[in-house]
């Protein structure tokens, strides 16, 4: 059995100011200099590790190589793994150990940043540099209704989700349910994806677990944008490991499929602490972090300069039944972890999310949403998934918790700001002109500038009344009514009526499909 020794050198850790090579020229020609950037948060959020989470990263980086170089990992497509080889990786059958020289080419190739287009141009996200990148939610097979009711998804609830999507403030882009349970699952992932790109215009992170989701997904490209809709990149997928230290035959073939063409692919391993990863946390960020930049290995081999971003979202086992909890410090930890390995090795980063492991919209659901969101924004992620709207551990979804968790993005994308400071904005005049014990109120100073105050659309700011019932008070209750609200006005992005026809042909349902339920009471 073939053998890579462990370096001789200590590995090298490579700087987040690394130079780039000419390679990285593949974003600028895909599209990033023909848009404006979008960023809906202003300032520069923390970029900064102090010196003792430094060495802490560096040695878990180190760690990551280590198994890489030593254990290896196994590669389910013979394909994938003669690529590796050829690069000068040892194998012996599908197991394939990487060596730090490709780590770091693989680094060296990757963008710092890169465009990914949406059906409306204004719509466009870039994922990297600093701008927060949120989407929704996504793989739940349940949801949990306005009335606490758990039950199976149907083609109903998803085209309402992508309702609620396509009108949020916060979510920039559409992240996929399951295919709905109420129809033939052959259908379900068509019935879906056609919901997504004919209710919203924002793009779409889709994950393709099978073989013939990734053909569909091709194909639908092909009926919306052309023969040459991989000119610019729109497609974005995710794949996932299968921990410890597996890649599934479908993720390897989503990598040379998506990266062939020059989509952006990221790689987000999802390691269980105590079952499919180690019960401590620097253990777990080791697996994923391996896993990861195999991930990248792979996907700069079959295309340099493809964009790519470093992900991961590890959590940690109920060991007394197997079942993944997210609501937790150690998910917290490892999430913000996550962003400092990515930010120091450059890469595009997504972790955290606004995940919870309560089953209905209650405090220890908010507590856990906002953890988990607050940690990776402050420390600068790029991108997050499952931004809002996920309950029971993402085993359910909620249009109510949606909206409330589309308040409490906007509310973290506001607190990291960075205020202006000038002879207006400090206001030195206006407090002379008031003087001690005088009032703002009247100042027209006061009148230029109160509108800039953020004001929230659920979160109540009125004054308790006389009389006033719990349910005029009640979150979630007002969650709901504004829910209702939204959905019965939210009007569809155009669409023109060719490639409407062809996409209902090729997805076999039609727009009167998605027509919404009766008014939800």
């Not at 466009?124 to 701008?131: A, E, K, L, P, S």
């Not at 729109?234 to 989509?263: I, K």
């Not at 609501?327 to 606004?354: I, M, N, Q």
């Amino acid at each position: 059995m073939s053998r890579v020794h462990p370096p001789t050198r200590a590995p090298t850790l490579v700087r987040s100011m690394r130079a780039r090579p000419a390679s990285w020229s593949f974003v600028a020609s895909r599209g990033l200099g023909r848009r404006r950037l979008y960023t809906p948060q202003t300032g520069d959020r923390r970029q900064r590790t102090d010196t003792t989470d430094q060495e802490k990263l560096e040695r878990i980086h180190e760690a990551g190589l280590r198994v890489l170089a030593e254990t290896g990992v196994v590669f389910q497509d013979e394909s994938s793994v003669d690529l590796l080889a050829a690069r000068g990786c040892a194998t012996d059958g599908p197991l394939v150990r990487i060596p730090l020289r490709l780590v770091e080419e693989a680094l060296s190739t990757t963008p710092p940043l890169f465009p990914v287009a949406a059906r409306s141009e204004e719509r466009d996200v870039v994922i990297g540099g600093g701008v927060l990148v949120v989407a929704n939610a996504a793989g739940a097979a349940n949801i949990v209704d306005h009335d606490g009711e758990l039950r199976t998804l149907t083609v109903e609830d998803v085209a309402d989700w992508v309702r609620l999507c396509h009108v949020s403030s916060s979510v920039d882009m559409l992240g996929y349910l399951v295919a709905p349970w109420s129809i033939r699952q052959e259908d379900g992932f068509l019935h879906s994806v056609f919901a997504s790109v004919t209710l919203t215009d924002k793009p779409i992170a889709v994950p393709l677990a099978e073989p013939t989701h990734l053909k569909a997904a091709i194909e639908i490209q092909e009926i919306l944008y052309g023969s040459d809709w991989h000119g610019r990149p729109r497609l974005l997928s995710g794949v996932n490991t299968l921990s410890p230290l597996v890649f599934p035959h479908h993720s390897c073939v989503t990598v040379r499929e998506l990266a062939g063409r020059g989509q952006p692919v990221g790689c987000t391993p999802a390691p269980m602490g105590g079952t499919t990863g180690p019960s401590t946390v620097a253990g777990i960020l080791t697996l994923q972090h391996a896993e990861a930049l195999a991930g990248l290995v792979l996907v700069q081999t079959v295309q340099p300069g493809c964009p790519f971003y470093y992900g991961g979202f590890a959590t940690t086992s109920r060991m007394t039944t197997g079942d993944v909890v997210a609501g937790t410090p150690e998910f917290w930890g490892a999430a913000a972890a996550t962003v400092e390995l990515g930010k120091l090795l450059g890469l595009p980063v997504r972790a955290g999310g606004g995940v919870t492991d309560s089953h209905q919209l209650d405090m220890q659901a908010g507590i856990e949403t906002a953890m988990g969101l607050a940690l990776v924004i402050e420390r600068g992620v790029d991108l997050i998934m499952h931004g809002g709207g996920a309950l029971e551990s993402l085993n359910a979804v909620s249009l109510e918790k949606l909206l409330i968790d589309d308040e409490l993005i906007g509310v973290l994308r506001w607190v990291p700001w960075d205020p202006i400071v000038d002879d207006e904005m400090l206001a030195v005049d206006v407090i002379g002109d008031v003087g001690p014990a005088g009032t703002f109120l009247s100042h027209k100073h006061t009148r230029r500038h109160y509108r800039d105050w953020r004001r929230p659309s659920v979160f109540g700011l009125r004054p308790r009344k006389t009389g006033m019932s719990v349910a005029a008070t009640d979150l979630a209750e007002v969650a709901s009514v504004r829910v209702r609200e939204l959905l019965e006005s939210h009007q569809p992005p155009p669409i023109d009526d060719v490639t409407l026809r062809q996409l209902e042909r090729y997805c076999g349902c039609t727009v009167a499909d998605l027509e919404p339920r009766p008014p939800r009471r």
